[in-house]
């Protein structure tokens, strides 16, 4: 053993919280991906710019990729999508016309309010399989570690 020290190459990603966040977080996204996918034909992008734009209101792209984790051709690409489904509409920034201003049209807020339902049953079903303690648990045990992720 070199400098006493014991080394143990070896690692479980099964065990590994990093991985198994990331294998739990994976299938909870494909499985809600698929009832919005499957009702509405919307990509990832495309929901997350829905929604953010639905909770927010008037946004650019830049702040939808900051809110949402999405590169900037993501964000791009599902700003395009939503405004050919005519659910979304671009407005020149007055102050500065490089900027251009994204909001739902009432056809993309009306789906928008359709998708909250579906997101929420999704929740609701999603929390009943782990009963009030794990809930509670998750909900603290998330808030702990999203506190972790900012202060870094």
């Not at 395009?80 to 102050?95: I, Q």
């Not at 999603?126 to 794990?134: D, E, I, R, V, Y």
């Not at 509670?136 to 870094?152: H, W």
Request: charged share 25%.
């Amino acid at each position: 053993m070199e400098n006493d020290i014991e080394v143990n190459p070896s690692l479980l990603l099964e065990t590994f919280i990093p991985y198994r966040l990331n294998k739990v977080a994976e299938t909870v996204s494909q499985r809600f991906g698929r009832l919005y996918r499957d009702q509405y034909g919307l990509t990832r992008p495309e929901w997350r710019t829905l929604a953010t734009l639905g909770q927010f209101g008037t946004m650019t792209a830049t702040a939808i990729g900051a809110h949402s984790s999405m590169h900037k051709t993501k964000v791009s690409r599902a700003v395009l999508a939503l405004e050919m489904r005519r659910w979304l509409l671009r407005k020149r920034d007055g102050a500065d016309r490089r900027v251009e201003n994204l909001a739902l049209t009432a056809a993309g807020r009306r789906a928008y309010i359709e998708l909250v339902k579906v997101a929420h049953d999704f929740e609701a079903e999603l929390l009943a399989k782990l009963g009030p303690s794990n809930e509670a648990a998750l909900k603290v045990g998330l808030a702990a570690l999203e506190g972790y992720c900012a202060a870094l």
